[in-house]
């Protein structure tokens, strides 16, 4: 049974995709892009999900909105997603593509990349409409003025809706990703790195636009992102992750301010200051390189770049443990 407060669940989630090779393209090796991750969001809240490329942050959300079995056949998912409707409780990564269908609507993606998102051969209205046309009973006429009542939600005219997306700037198209995402009145959005492809000024808005329509909308967010003042804006709480895990959890303001597990103390001292007063704080610096997932380390996955590991972490993997009250992290040494 999931916590009544919450709108999703991710209990163990794991997900490993098959490397093959050889003379029969057999399968030689195989990655292991999230290794047991357990989480939970809020109705209402915002949760920020950072860490270094290729830690799996993107793979745990597309995992949750199960498009990884339609686009990686080999791919073995693994553990348990509940999102709550209402009363009901649905898991799933257990669903087939036709029983996933009916709860599309719920849970919407905003993707990372705005150019190629979106299909260069629909229009702008065509494109927002088209989440409408299959998970919705709405008709023609209440799509279309729905399409230009969100052109208006996100900051662009209705008359901009039969134009195509390559007549719009890189935020003018995230924008139009947000609108489409909006589209089936979702429960849920999880938005992958919405920012990262954006100027700076562009971020600013966009982030702006996504707080003041959660609000408007009553959403739940997965913010997704490597940009560590990003997230700390605009995220409820967060979640640290490394090479598969999640390291520590936290309430948005004490994990970017006052970090327990190494990783996220040298994470977070990466962050360039703006204020010359405080570029003098000591760095942590780590050795090595990020392990490949193919091969992790045994026991904690951190253990070879750790400052403080010990030989003991070796034998095993250090789970979530509270520090403070709603913080925890994955390391019994601090």
């Known amino acids: 049974m999931m916590n009544k407060e919450n709108i999703l669940e991710v209990k163990d989630l794991k997900v490993k995709f098959p490397v093959h090779g050889g003379v029969f393209l057999g ?154 995402a909006l589209a089936t009145n979702p429960m849920l959005i999880i938005a992958d790195e919405p920012v990262s492809a954006l100027d700076v000024s562009i971020q600013a808005q966009v982030i702006n636009l996504l707080q003041e329509l959660q609000k408007e909308f009553d959403l739940s967010i997965m913010f997704i992102a490597h940009d560590l003042s990003v997230v700390e804006h605009i995220s409820s709480r967060i979640a640290v992750m490394y090479l598969g895990n999640i390291v520590e959890v936290g309430d948005g303001s004490e994990v970017y301010h006052h970090p327990v597990h190494p990783y996220s103390k040298a994470l977070l001292s990466a962050v360039p200051l703006p204020n010359p007063k405080f570029r003098d704080k000591e760095r942590v610096i780590l050795k090595g390189d990020v392990p490949t997932p193919m091969r992790k380390p045994s026991g904690c996955g951190f253990r070879t770049r750790c400052p403080i590991a010990k030989p003991e972490c070796a034998s095993f993997i250090p789970q979530l443990e509270e520090k403070s009250p709603g913080h925890t992290a994955a390391c019994p040494y601090v």
């Open 27 to 180: 399968k030689v090796a195989e990655v292991k892009a999230v290794d047991g991750v357990t989480f939970s969001i809020k109705h209402g809240e915002t949760l920020g999900l950072v860490g270094e490329s290729g830690c799996g942050k993107s793979t745990v959300g597309k995992a949750i909105i199960n498009i990884l079995k339609f686009s990686s056949p080999d791919v073995d998912v693994k553990g348990d997603v509940l999102l709550r409707s209402g009363d009901e409780e649905i898991e799933l990564t257990r669903l087939s593509r036709n029983e996933i269908r009916k709860y599309r609507g719920l849970i919407q993606m905003i993707f990372q990349d705005p150019y190629s998102s979106l299909n260069a051969r629909l229009t702008v209205g065509q494109i927002i409409e088209e989440p409408m046309l299959y998970h919705t009973s709405m008709p023609k006429k209440e799509r279309l003025e729905k399409i230009s009542w969100l052109l208006e939600k996100v900051g662009l005219q209705p008359e901009q809706s039969k134009r195509y997306p390559h007549e719009f700037s890189g935020g003018q198209r995230q924008r139009i990703g947000i609108a489409r």
